[in-house]
């Protein structure tokens, strides 16, 4: 059965609404894991070891490689999706269960490995495809410094129809292409900025893969508005083109790698302020991403048959900084400040001689 976006999206902010009503009377009703975790559902027992096992098993207890690949899996995996119907069934692990077509779409390139390393291991835990991607980027979050605990639902059965191809905006797409395809999924502008914290620990490997885990931002380990200030900066433009709308334009900082995509948005009037408004802002940024996020992970699903199990996702460290800074050797004049309607925040400057290259991300 079909559910509309809107209901569903309703039903599940009801349910969170309901489960945090009256904490004294849910503390009567906890129930007690076999290795004694409490939680409000049962169902959420079996997920505990699947937390653990996915912290210290497949990330590593890091904010490294397979966390930021497991986040970008779960955006890869939802967004088939549309309002419209006969793009997929979202949040749905069809990217999983039909692994021989979906990885060979051409915007799921690198998506392979983390694929090979979450499909095993939610067999060999018995849960859902769809639950290992979504559940799996609740707890990936949690490792990274700065993330949001982001509400988390499990019970999804697994998929039966692939996404179709052409579902994920590609990173030469131009605005207007980008925002109706998440329209279409039912995003608005400025939700989609906000999913785009993600890329604060991000990397790229099938873009460039001679420079492969370049990192989008200078500080990859850390969910942090730096990736919103670093794509900012005026940047230096690639000789040649790669098509129509399709020139690149450099980092300033060497090691860092700029989506084009990234920087139309940046500095697209429909988003730009959005954008900007992230920059000092990582509360905003982080609480803006965490609903956008748990929006995203319930598309097509209807969240009165899940289970709400956000409880079992760990807090992650918070972060000293809550703005991002000026690199060392840049100044004010090296932003380009794109939203006409608010003034630009004053950032502090990082102390030392100018950076001369963020390393790639390591390989786990």
Not at 21 to 44: F, I, M, Q, W, Y
Not at 237 to 262: C, H, I, M, T, Y
Request: charge should be negative; include cysteine; proline fraction near 8%.
């Amino acid at each position: 059965m079909a559910f509309s976006l809107l209901s569903v999206v309703s039903t599940a902010l009801a349910l969170a609404a309901t489960v945090s009503a009256s904490p004294a009377a849910d503390s009567l009703k906890l129930k007690t894991c076999p290795d004694g975790t409490k939680v409000r559902n049962a169902e959420c027992c079996r997920f505990v070891k699947v937390r653990d096992d996915l912290i210290n098993d497949l990330f590593e207890g890091e904010c490294g490689e397979n966390a930021h690949s497991t986040v970008r899996i779960a955006f890869h995996d939802a967004i088939g999706f549309s309002k419209k119907g006969g793009k997929g069934g979202g949040a749905d692990g069809s990217i999983l269960q039909f692994d021989d077509i979906e990885l060979n779409f051409t915007m799921n390139a690198g998506i392979d490995e983390i694929a090979d390393d979450l499909k095993p291991f939610a067999d060999q835990h018995g849960i859902s495809y769809g639950d290992v991607i979504q559940f799996g980027s609740s707890v990936a979050l949690s490792l990274c410094p700065g993330a949001p605990v982001v509400q988390t639902f499990v019970g999804r059965g697994n998929a039966t129809v692939p996404a179709s191809d052409f579902t994920v905006p590609e990173p030469f797409d131009t605005v207007p292409d980008i925002l109706a395809r998440m329209a279409d999924a039912g995003f608005s502008p400025a939700e989609l900025i906000a999913l785009l914290a993600s890329h604060s620990i991000a990397a790229q490997d099938k873009i460039e893969p001679a420079i492969a885990r370049s990192p989008f931002d200078s500080t990859p380990d850390q969910f942090d508005p730096q990736v919103y200030l670093d794509v900012l900066l005026k940047g230096t433009v690639l000789p040649g083109n790669l098509g129509p709308g399709k020139g690149e334009v450099l980092s300033p900082v060497d090691g860092e790698f700029r989506l084009q995509s990234d920087a139309a948005l940046a500095r697209d009037p429909q988003t730009a302020c959005t954008w900007q408004g992230f920059v000092s802002d990582q509360a905003l940024m982080a609480k803006e991403f965490a609903k956008a996020m748990a929006k995203l992970a319930i598309l097509g699903q209807n969240p009165a048959k899940l289970t709400d199990c956000t409880e079992l996702i760990p807090q992650a460290k918070p972060l000293k900084r809550k703005t991002a800074v000026i690199p060392a050797g840049k100044t004010r004049k090296d932003i380009e400040v794109s939203c006409p309607y608010n003034r630009f925040p004053n950032l502090p400057t990082a102390a030392g001689p100018p950076v001369t290259s963020v390393p790639p991300v390591p390989e786990q």
